[in-house]
């Protein structure tokens, strides 16, 4: 049955282990659970035969003591929730949209096929269903909700195609910015105009509450920046060393000039920051409208 494998699939147990060896007997399963009652993958197993077996009462009280005695509750409330759905009771079918609603909303719903378990076919229909999809879907692409959660927008100005340039209009390379991973990335591939190479990922960290990026080149540099974004500016600062050992500080500011240019600077100091000098000042410019 479908169901069964979708559940073994899930459990934490010899089940999962080996899947393409003979599910054991009920019979064997009950034995299992009485000679090891504190046991709770015995109790996991033994829910998933007897929802196997269509035993539905007798598989939702072996899956409710295994999760009482501990079992890993991502997989044994996903488990709960598929038995009370293939029960197919009105009040069963809200048990088990109630224990996916509970799943989603906890952030503990990552990786499990609720869109498309058979398993819960019974619910699918069901707009509080849907609206779990909708949920999961957003939640598994929070960087593309810009309305809830614009701090991952903070540098989406400077997403494009661009010829790069020092004062006086000379051009020193050209860059192509992309969002990757879901929006989830600011991703630079960088070009100078004597053929080297370098590349940034730039990503807002919910845990830090900071920007950073992650500096690469040709050249053997590597760089890690911190930073905070504001209206229109992205402003990172990082630290390491010159050739001679001492401290190197670093500024490095992107800011929005208009819909069509974002100036790039470098400011470095080597005296702790009482004195700073400018490393390069770049404007980015829409290849579309490059005079070059």
């Known amino acids: 049955m479908k169901m069964v494998l979708a559940l073994a699939l899930l459990a934490v147990s010899s089940l999962a282990d080996a899947p393409t060896k003979p599910a054991p007997t009920l019979d064997r399963l009950q034995a299992a659970a009485a000679a090891a009652p504190a046991d709770p993958a015995a109790w996991e197993n033994l829910g998933i035969g007897y929802a196997g077996a269509g035993k539905y009462d007798e598989a939702i009280r072996a899956l409710k003591k295994a999760l009482e005695l501990k079992y890993p509750a991502t997989t044994g409330q996903y488990n709960l929730a598929c038995v009370y759905a293939k029960q197919g009771s009105p009040d069963s079918k809200r048990e088990a949209l109630a224990i996916l609603k509970d799943l989603v909303a906890t952030g503990n719903a990552a990786g499990l096929p609720i869109a498309t378990d058979p398993d819960l ?153 009482k004195t700073w000098s400018v490393g390069y000042d770049f404007t980015y410019v829409r290849k579309a409208l490059s005079p070059g």
């Open 121 to 273: 076919a019974g619910i699918k229909g069901d707009p509080a269903f849907q609206q779990i999809l909708q949920t999961l879907s957003a939640s598994a692409e929070v960087c593309r909700d810009a309305a809830k959660h614009p701090e991952f927008r903070g540098l989406d100005f400077w997403v494009g195609e661009w010829d790069v340039h020092a004062p006086q209009h000379v051009q020193v390379g050209q860059s192509s910015v992309q969002l990757i991973l879901k929006n989830c990335v600011v991703y630079e591939n960088w070009s100078d105009t004597g053929g080297s190479q370098g590349k940034s990922f730039n990503k807002f960290n919910p845990q830090t509450q900071a920007w950073g990026q992650f500096w690469v080149d040709d050249k053997g540099h590597t760089t890690f920046y911190i930073g905070k974004a504001s209206a229109g500016q992205v402003r990172y600062s990082a630290e390491s060393k010159n050739a001679n050992g001492s401290r190197l500080l670093r500024h490095l500011t992107f800011t929005k000039l208009d819909a069509d240019r974002v100036e790039q600077k470098e400011e470095v100091s080597t005296d702790d920051g």
